[in-house]
């Protein structure tokens, strides 16, 4: 798949796997979602495909976003906006920083999008910034750090299909735009499973809020019962222990033909696999490849 060619949502297939730890013979399925673009994979190219309309019928002058060195949203903003022919303002964490500190940053810059580095209190007082504002004459619709927005969880909701029928679905955990969207479009006999890869995260909280901010809290409160954070799978940390990661996915010799990331998928594929050992009981389990195996 060229990395000029527009995301497509037809990419995203379902794939089944399997791997000797399954013991107690579950029946185990991939949704691939990081195969919808190379860059603007999985969740991303979900939270930002409304985005992108949003800004095209406002006729704005362009998309302006938060995220950190390491941010793959930004680095799925910087192609996207680049794909569309719109401007783009990425304002990243850190002012220390500089378009050539690491490939994602320098993968951003070669898009044409412009970066801004915050100090750490500018960019926590800005990143959950959610409007149109004006800057230098021009208008630019500001989306939240992650894609945490009202347009961002619309096209999560999008993820699971009705026709989807598992008795478990699970996906690693970030802004919990994703998995609001995912819980509140699965059915009352599925159980949603997530992982939050942050340390000290509390998941159902910041889902809540979400919730509460989104106008769909009558829909949480519903869905709720149905969820499961699983918070012990997160590796110290945001982008944290990246090798003891990949040690373990290497041990579980997947039989499949996808790969993972230390930093989301990897942390909540261990974590799925090792809570499903407990269970005796053969399930049909989804995992969701909420991307993030870039190819920049």
């Keep these: ?153 619309k096209g999560c909701l999008e993820i699971i299909a009705p026709t989807m029928e598992f008795d478990v679905i699970a996906l690693a955990q970030g802004t919990t735009t994703t998995s609001l969207g995912v819980l509140l479009s699965t059915t009352i006999n599925t159980r949603v499973w997530t992982f939050p890869v942050l340390k000290g995260f509390d998941a159902r909280l910041e889902m809540e809020q979400l919730a509460k901010k989104f106008g769909v809290y009558p829909d949480w409160e519903e869905a709720m019962p149905r969820i499961e954070c699983f918070e012990e799978y997160h590796f110290s940390g945001y982008g944290k222990q990246r090798e003891q990661v990949d040690k373990q996915i290497q041990s579980l010799h997947i039989q499949g033909r996808f790969k993972l990331d230390p930093v989301y998928t990897a942390k909540a594929f261990i974590g799925m696999i090792t809570e499903l050992q407990k269970i005796d009981e053969p399930k049909n389990v989804l995992f969701i490849h909420t991307g993030g195996v870039l190819a920049i």
């Design 1 to 153: 798949m060229s990395k000029s060619s527009l995301p497509s949502i037809e990419n995203s297939i379902i794939e089944s796997f399997n791997l000797p730890q399954n013991t107690r013979g579950h029946n185990l399925f991939i949704l691939r979602e990081d195969l919808i673009h190379p860059v603007i994979s999985g969740n991303k190219w979900r939270k930002l495909k409304y985005v992108i309309e949003e800004a095209k019928r406002l006729r704005v002058h362009g998309i302006l976003t938060y995220g950190g060195a390491f941010s793959n949203h930004l680095v799925a903003t910087a192609t996207a906006c680049k794909l569309h022919q719109i401007p783009c303002l990425l304002k990243v964490r850190g002012n220390e920083l500089n378009e050539n500190s690491n490939a994602y940053l320098r993968h951003c810059a070669d898009e044409g999008a412009v970066l801004s580095f915050l100090d750490r209190d500018s960019y926590r007082e800005e990143k959950l910034r959610d409007t149109v504002i004006t800057m230098g004459g021009k208008s630019w619709l500001s989306v939240p750090e992650g894609g945490a927005s009202v347009l961002g969880l």
